[in-house]
């Protein structure tokens, strides 16, 4: 079995990279506002519920990285990880291809500091970096979908570059990783298109449609370049369409982490969407999420997917 690679979001997950927070939750308590979370945290219950997905993971056959642990032997970027209090959202900072790890710039200067940390923890998990962005552009990895059918979705978002998209779009085609690249054009707000739309197994388009039905989508593959609807695409491509409301969308309904083809994880609650799932044939693992939540993230946020197959 190789040590990494993914072919799209759901992909059965082998092994995948966490941050387990700790003590640097206390920067976070002491100024939400600068470290993007909600509000305070209990920082007790957060790491408890971190640990039950930790947990939950590993129940699951998951083999799971934790990010302090791949830097044991690094004593700079160990130090590091106890004054990044969003390091817990792991996704941000990198995604993996079957060349290795994009790194991102990140779009918020105060989370900058995390993705040296990561490039690290990849370096020491033996993962080669295909692609790293710099200065002046800017991506995050809850931008960033791989789907079926050999196809890449990145949003341009309130912490993303127009270069960056560009960028990703010409390695992943011209690497022959994929072979359609969707740019969404998401409206002002939207930080990450992982908060509006996701994969899940069997081929099924969760999206928010208040949002996702008005976002225009510029389609490239090698050869051609066309404008057109990222919905009614899904829907020509077969995909099965589940919608979800603004609340269910505003309680993170989107947000969910495959991990086989008939599993998935995700926060409690949203009773509906996760009946659907089932009527689906995907069995829900729901993590608590009121405190955890409060960094502003979900689960999807929370892993970073290194191998799938």
Request: glycine content about 8%.
């Amino acid at each position: 079995m190789p040590n990494f690679g993914i072919n799209h979001e759901s992909g059965a997950l082998k092994r995948v990279m966490v941050h387990h927070p700790g003590k640097e939750l206390g920067l976070a308590n002491a100024d939400p506002v600068a470290h993007h979370f909600d509000q305070p945290v209990d920082i007790k219950r957060f790491i408890s519920d971190h640990q039950e997905l930790v947990d939950a993971l590993q129940e699951a056959g998951v083999e799971t990285l934790l990010v302090r642990d791949l830097l044991a032997d690094n004593k700079e970027a160990l130090e590091q990880t106890y004054r990044a209090p969003n390091l817990v959202f792991v996704r941000d900072s990198s995604t993996m291809t079957n060349n290795g790890a994009l790194l991102f710039r990140m779009g918020l200067p105060s989370r900058r500091v995390e993705t040296p940390v990561i490039k690290a923890a990849h370096e020491a998990n033996g993962v080669p970096v295909a692609l790293e962005m710099k200065a002046p552009d800017s991506f995050e990895g809850g931008g960033f979908a791989l789907l079926e059918g050999r196809t890449a979705a990145a949003g341009l978002c309130d912490r993303s570059t127009q270069g960056a998209l560009d960028q990703m779009g010409d390695y992943l085609l011209d690497s022959k990783l994929v072979d359609l690249w969707v740019q969404l054009n998401m409206p002002e707000g939207i930080v990450h298109i992982d908060g509006e739309f996701c994969e899940l197994p069997g081929k099924v388009a969760l999206i928010h449609p208040e949002v996702m039905e008005t976002v225009p989508a510029i389609f490239r593959t090698r050869k051609e370049r066309w404008e057109g609807s990222f919905t009614e695409w899904l829907r020509e491509e077969n995909w099965d369409i589940l919608e979800i409301t603004d609340q269910e969308c505003f309680d993170m309904a989107a947000n969910f982490l495959t991990v086989d083809k008939d599993l998935a994880f995700h926060y409690t609650g949203n009773p509906r969407v996760m009946q659907e799932c089932k009527m689906r044939g995907i069995d829900v693992v729901q993590i608590p999420g009121e405190e955890l939540r409060k960094g502003m993230g979900g689960i999807h946020c929370m892993t970073c997917p290194v191998l799938r197959v």
